[in-house]
């Protein structure tokens, strides 16, 4: 891991550091399958903190569940949010977390975002372990 400063802020730039961010949960912590992955875990509660914190890292992986709203005014969902400020970190893999009846909005954010990872609630833990160790390897 090294420290690079811009515009004097420190940017933390780890190829094993993966940030969660787990707004609605009700699903099993994750974090040992991770680490067992070779990642640095960081975890948050919210989008808001997620962007606050990548405004300081960057991050090899970000997990995140799509939080599906009918009330946003400008997006569908909580990940729309957070890609945007995964802008300025290309190489960074994002995996989301779905459930099965949001395919039709999940869909529109794949169309604006192709290059995201998705699994379907319940997480299949083996099919998580594949995708992480095909984006560390």
Do not use: C
């Amino acid at each position: 891991m090294f420290a690079l400063t811009v515009n004097s802020r420190i940017i933390m730039n780890s190829t094993s550091l993966l940030l969660s961010v787990v707004e609605l949960g009700g699903y099993p912590n994750y974090t040992s399958l991770y680490q067992q992955a070779g990642f640095q875990v960081e975890m948050v509660n919210s989008v808001r903190k997620a962007n606050s914190w990548l405004k300081r890292n960057q991050p090899k992986v970000v997990v995140a569940e799509f939080n599906y709203q009918t009330d946003f005014r400008d997006r569908t969902s909580n990940v729309e949010s957070l890609m945007a400020s995964l802008q300025k970190y290309p190489d960074t893999e994002v995996i989301v977390f779905y459930d099965r009846g949001v395919e039709v909005p999940l869909q529109k954010l794949l169309n604006q975002y192709p290059n995201i990872n998705t699994l379907a609630f319940p997480i299949v833990e083996e099919k998580l372990k594949e995708t992480l160790h095909a984006i560390h390897a």
